[in-house]
């Protein structure tokens, strides 16, 4: 079990002591873990309560970046939870890559056709995913398509809000309990837009150039062939002094952009929706 190190709210504690107990009763679960502080969160709390009769299962597409995938890998191990990873095609569904405003629908309809065949392969009756409380104050079309095929989110049914999973999380000792929130890179296009693979790779590829600049939390959002950047806006003077102009613009032509711009608005968590 893993051990409280250091202090929670009541009713923090209350929730967790919930959340153990719910697991439990389930005897058997399936999660769609993403590598998220919030699946990261049950993935490890069900593999406490019920340890082999646990999974996690990772949908890989193309728009996840490649180091989201490497940071689930070893969370998981970490964890000690058995991990499947599924190709995922919902590129090629129209729903998906003609970017509708219901595209997360087509992606979570995708996903949990997986996790529904591998539960019931293996066996594991219940799957669930790390939906809270926060998100269902936002537009998530992909919470319905999970409804519809059944999964269950403990966190949103037993009141977890963000705040609660990250300040848990660090009390039992995860390490990624701070671990900034990492849409999938589908996000960073506006509705309408058509997705496709190389559109996505050119986000994950100016993302992780802007991280080796040291900024973890960053958004290249893609508008035709401009890209838009997003960073907290208390970083934005240091992100300012950060770079060599000429090589970063080079960098971004090389890999499809025609333009740059830096949002002075700053990063902030569903503007697309907005």
């Known amino acids: 079990m893993f051990q409280q190190i250091e202090d929670i709210s009541n009713e923090q504690s209350e929730k967790l002591i919930g959340l153990r107990e719910y697991l439990r009763s389930l005897h058997h ?12 969160l049950l993935a490890s709390l069900a593999y406490e309560q019920l340890g082999k009769n646990s999974l996690a299962v990772t949908g890989v597409s193309d728009a996840l970046a490649n180091q989201l995938l490497k940071e689930a890998r070893y969370q998981a191990k970490w964890i ?6 599924v190709n995922t095609s919902e ?13 997360c629908f087509a992606c979570k309809k995708e996903l949990h056709k997986h996790t529904k065949d591998i539960s019931k392969k293996l066996n594991i009756p219940n799957v669930l995913d790390g939906v809270n409380i926060d998100d269902l104050k936002d537009y998530r079309p992909g919470i319905k398509a999970s409804k519809e095929a059944g999964v269950l989110s403990p966190l949103a049914i037993l009141k977890f809000s963000k705040q609660d999973i990250r300040d848990i999380s660090k009390a039992i000792g995860l390490p990624w309990w701070d671990k900034p929130a990492q849409p999938c890179l589908s996000s960073r296009f506006p509705y309408g837009y058509e997705i ?3 559109r996505l790779k050119m986000v994950e590829q100016a ?3 802007i991280r080796k600049l040291g900024f973890k939390e960053v958004r290249v959002r893609c508008q035709g062939n401009s890209a838009r ?3 907290p806006s208390d970083q934005i003077h240091r992100f300012i002094n950060s770079y060599r102009r000429d090589e970063f613009i080079k960098f971004f032509l090389k890999l499809g952009f025609k333009s740059t711009s830096l949002d002075l608005e700053g990063l902030v968590s569903g503007k697309l929706n907005r």
């Open 196 to 198: 496709t693979s190389k």
């Open 91 to 103: 590129i090629n569904n129209e729903e998906y890559s003609k970017n509708p405003l219901n595209r």
């Open 207 to 209: 993302e992780d150039y």
């Open 229 to 231: 950047i997003e960073i």
């Open 80 to 85: 000690g939870i058995k991990h499947i990873e």
């Open 29 to 40: 679960a399936c999660i769609a873990y993403s590598g998220g502080v919030d699946s990261a």
